[in-house]
């Protein structure tokens, strides 16, 4: 599904450079629930990032479904993501001025997907995450974990082949971050989508299919549970 | 192309709805006023010249007018060429006027004048002086010492009101003594006073050609002009009719009431429609300052919502589509708001018209002018939205979503 071959990412701040990358290559199967630890500033992040094509690597080549990716414009890049890819970030990422179910059906409508079918899957996603009650409150009106969950909703709304989360429990307490890993486990395997997790919480490796840790930008180790 | 559309509506609706409406409102009412401004001023202008040209054609010239030769003072035989005119399709009607210098005293005061003579049965066709008689009466054919006389020429009581020499109040009934330049004395009854709202009109003074043939005292009838006023019918053309006038022989100088009006006037009008142009390019300038700061303010705090909606997979023309959007959104109310403040003012000025020296004037809306500038502020306004959203959305996604 997703192949990657020695990513490098290198940030220049003024005389220093930081290699926020330093040549990781990866493999990852369609279906596989891929988590991504390793301690801060490891490059977890940033190696998210490259495989979700919202930022681009230094050096190094991805291949994704067959198809060359790093080629791509940055209009066909964004097609590619609304079509293929899932994010779930830490702080959620929800659009303030969208209501919980506006969120949700966002990506559906940019899809080409008429409203009431929109509608319709996007009141099906926030019922998965229980939150149909909650459907026409503003982000701002809802907790850290409902909001969470919308996130998830709308990451999911367009049925991605790749689900990306980035620390997705960070701010999250121990019963909410069961409900969202709950959640992906469910997906996963009913759908057979592909998810990569950053996280840094050992408990969370019951989730995963394999786990993938840095340090400094490179693998460190590599564990198929 | 219209599922983008769609979502561009979509966000930009929400913005709208969600995204500070005191701010939009605050912002529809600045363009509601620059719409105003832009036309507003130019309306009053066009109503100022429309006011001096209705005068122009209603006390001065008629709808076309014909002087003497070049190098020559009267008409000769004006007789047979008003015969001739008035045979002319599309002339209502022609009347000969022969004016002479002359002084007219009142008590201690007096006033340096030309008096004009016509024959009143054709001028009332061809000049509307005769509804405006502030006091007394018209001249009719027959008078003989008789004086018609402009409000400006009576004056008032106290001269130092009256802004030209003045008779000092002279008043229906009164008699002043009129010198010719031909040296021929007169004493004529005031018949009637005539009030225009034309400061030209107001200074002149009337008697019948009858009395002028008299004054010339020659054996024959005076048959020499110093013009001759033209009434067309309304839907004649101008052009066609001074045209046609000149192929019928007409030797004279013919002009329309246009080419009559003198440089100065068309000077002005000039520096008008200058100052009109400035007025519009300065609220343009406004306008687009304005919106540039809205949506310069707005991308800049939707920095990291923008970073969203593009991670997700949101097209950035999508994305500054709706900023754009909500640009037309303001300026269609701004500019349906402004059009009710301009609908409200050219009531008010109707109804209570600005007085200038020159008349009273009532702004004129021209249409055309409506349009123009309505296009002109979009075009503005779509351009100062433009820009900032677009460089915001040139941003890289990840620095555009760790912003505020
Ligand atoms: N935009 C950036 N500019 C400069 N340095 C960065 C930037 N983003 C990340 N880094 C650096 O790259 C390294 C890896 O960062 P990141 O991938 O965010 O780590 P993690 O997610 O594992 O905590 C860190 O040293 C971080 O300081
Ligand atoms: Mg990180």
Redesign the pocket.
């Known amino acids: 599904m997703i192949t990657a071959k020695n990513l490098k990412r290198i940030?220049t701040?003024g005389l220093v450079q930081?290699h926020?990358l330093n040549g990781v290559s990866i493999d990852i199967g369609t279906g596989e629930f891929v988590g991504i630890t390793?301690a801060?500033?490891?490059?977890?992040?940033?190696l998210l990032h490259i495989l979700g094509l919202l930022d681009d690597p230094t050096e190094g080549e991805i291949m994704i479904g067959g198809e060359d990716v790093l080629g791509f414009s940055d209009s066909r890049k964004g097609r590619f993501r609304l079509r293929k890819f899932g994010f779930i970030f830490q702080d959620y990422a929800l659009v303030p001025e969208l209501s919980a179910l506006e969120n949700v059906i966002l990506p559906a409508i940019a899809r080409g997907i008429p409203l009431p079918e929109a509608r319709a899957s996007g009141g099906e996603y926030l019922d998965r995450v229980e939150l149909s009650a909650r459907r026409d409150h503003l982000p701002a009106e809802l907790s850290g974990g409902e909001q969470q969950r919308v996130a998830i909703a709308r990451a999911l709304v367009n049925n991605p082949d790749v689900l990306f989360a980035d620390e997705p429990c960070a701010n999250l307490d121990s019963t909410n971050s069961r409900k969202v890993l709950d959640l992906f486990r469910q997906i996963n395997e009913e759908l057979n989508q592909t998810v990569i997790m950053?996280s840094h919480e050992d408990w969370h490796r019951e989730y995963f299919d394999r786990v993938i840790r840095?340090r400094d930008g490179k693998i460190e180790h590599e564990e198929t549970l | 192309m219209f599922e983008n559309l769609r979502v561009s509506v979509f966000l930009a609706a929400r913005a709208l709805q969600r995204g500070g409406r005191g701010r939009v409102l605050m912002n529809i009412i600045v363009i509601a006023f620059v719409f105003t401004n832009m036309i507003f001023l130019p309306s009053v202008i066009s109503g100022a010249v429309e006011t001096y040209n209705v005068q122009t054609i209603d006390f001065m010239t008629s709808d076309i007018v014909i002087g003497p030769r070049e190098n020559e003072r009267y008409i000769e035989d004006a007789d047979t060429l008003l015969g001739r005119v008035n045979r002319i399709p599309g002339v209502v009607r022609a009347s000969a006027r022969f004016s002479m210098p002359a002084s007219i005293d009142f008590k201690e005061n007096s006033v340096s004048i030309e008096v004009k003579a016509f024959d009143p049965r054709d001028e009332v066709e061809v000049t509307r002086i005769h509804e405006y008689m502030k006091d007394g009466n018209y001249l009719g054919s027959g008078d003989r010492d008789e004086i018609l006389l402009g409000v400006l020429v009576t004056g008032h009581e106290d001269t130092s009101q009256d802004f030209y020499e003045s008779l000092g109040g002279a008043a229906v009934g009164d008699v002043v003594t009129v010198r010719y330049a031909n040296g021929i004395v007169r004493e004529y009854r005031i018949k009637g006073i005539v009030q225009t709202t034309s400061y030209i009109a107001d200074y002149m003074a009337f008697v019948t050609a009858d009395e002028m043939d008299a004054v010339l005292g020659g054996a024959e009838p005076n048959t020499r002009a110093t013009e001759i006023l033209i009434k067309a019918t309304d839907d004649a053309d101008l052009h066609a009719l001074k045209r046609m006038i000149l192929s019928f022989g007409v030797g004279e100088e013919v002009k329309t009431w246009e080419d009559a009006t003198s440089d100065i006037v068309a000077e002005s009008v000039e520096s008008f429609n200058i100052i009109n142009n400035i007025t519009i390019i300065g609220s343009l300038i406004i306008a687009v300052v304005v919106i540039f700061i809205l949506i310069t303010i707005k991308t800049f705090t939707n920095r990291k919502q923008i970073g969203i909606l593009k991670a997700i997979g949101i097209q950035k023309s999508v994305i500054i589509n709706s900023y754009v959007m909500q640009v037309f959104f303001i300026c269609t109310f701004g500019i349906i708001l402004g059009l009710l403040l301009l609908e409200g003012m050219v009531l008010y000025f109707t109804a209570f018209p600005i007085e200038f020296p020159d008349g009273t004037v009532t702004p004129i809306v021209d249409v055309g002018m409506l349009i123009e500038n309505t296009l002109l502020l979009y075009l503005a306004s779509a351009v100062a939205g433009f820009i900032p959203a677009w460089r915001i959305t040139n941003e890289k996604i990840l620095d555009a979503m760790r912003g505020a």
Do not use: I, Q
């Not at chain 1, 801060?40 to 940033?46: A, E, L, R």
């Open positions: 940030y701040m930081v926020a390793g801060s500033g490891s490059g977890k992040s940033t950053v840095l």
